[in-house]
């Protein structure tokens, strides 16, 4: 069965940076889209990035863009979100997660994904 783990959250001040990566174990997701996505409290789950299973298709959400650089390494089954010139607005716990679908273009969408890892908390404060 597949397992996603996210790691790499933690606590750090506006303008900062931190990496994130989602580890993949039990089954191959190598044609299969990964995406990130958050959720801050009493708001909803939104998709942050996706990639495509080579890799060579990104999307990202407006609010993000230009500040956070998804990409994976598949040898390694992972997928990092490199986070850039982070703002409060970016605090939330970020989720990856597997597209249900295999040969799919990149989608944002939470009910397009269907395994998920536990999250890793992410706090942008002074």
């Known amino acids: 069965q597949l397992r996603l783990v996210e790691s790499g959250g933690g606590l750090v001040q506006p303008g900062g940076s931190l990496r994130l990566s989602c580890t993949a174990s039990?089954?191959?997701?190598?044609?299969?889209?990964i995406g990130w996505f958050r959720q801050a409290p009493g708001k909803e789950r939104e998709g942050v990035s996706c990639?495509?299973?080579?890799?060579?298709?990104?999307a990202y959400a407006e609010s993000v863009k230009g500040r956070f650089t998804i990409l994976r390494d598949n040898v390694k089954d992972t997928v990092y979100l490199e986070m850039n010139n982070l703002k409060t607005e970016d605090t939330g716990v970020y989720y990856c997660?597997?597209?249900?679908?295999?040969?799919?273009?990149?989608?944002?969408?939470?009910?397009?994904?269907?395994?998920w890892g536990q999250g890793t908390q992410v706090t942008v404060s002074s």
């Open positions: 997660a597997r597209r249900s679908t295999t040969w799919s273009a990149p989608s944002l969408s939470v009910d397009e994904y269907d395994y």
């Open positions: 039990g089954v191959s997701v190598d044609y299969y889209g």
């Open positions: 990639i495509s299973g080579s890799g060579a298709r990104t």
